[in-house]
């Protein structure tokens, strides 16, 4: 995906999983459904969020379980859980993932 410049933007209230997935997909540059803590921080950064660095470590922290340095497609739901939380989405279909 060579065109980073126009990114789709989250839906506003009430998102999906699937949502979710699609609009954090766009700033996943290496490819391959991972996304390291640029690539985060760049997602957090296009929501004109405040702190997106320290919301990406924090982030990192809590859904790199392996501490590989990404968040690997099994460690997705952690990050999910975790733009529930801090990121003030609500996401329905998350109780579907959140036993990983
Ligand atoms: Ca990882």
Do not use: C
Not at 37 to 53: G, I, K, M, Q
């Amino acid at each position: 995906m060579a065109f980073m410049r126009y990114h789709r933007a989250l839906p506003q209230g009430e998102t999906t999983v699937e949502e979710f997935r699609a609009w954090l997909s766009q700033f996943d540059v290496s490819g391959g459904g991972r996304i390291g803590r640029e690539e985060l921080e760049r997602a957090l950064r296009s929501l004109n969020l405040w702190f997106a660095w320290w919301k990406a470590r924090e982030a990192m922290r809590e859904a790199d379980a392996n501490r590989n340095g990404v968040v690997d497609r099994d460690e997705m739901p952690r990050l999910y859980a975790f733009a529930q939380r801090h990121l003030h989405l609500k996401m329905n279909e998350l109780e579907d993932v959140a036993s990983y």
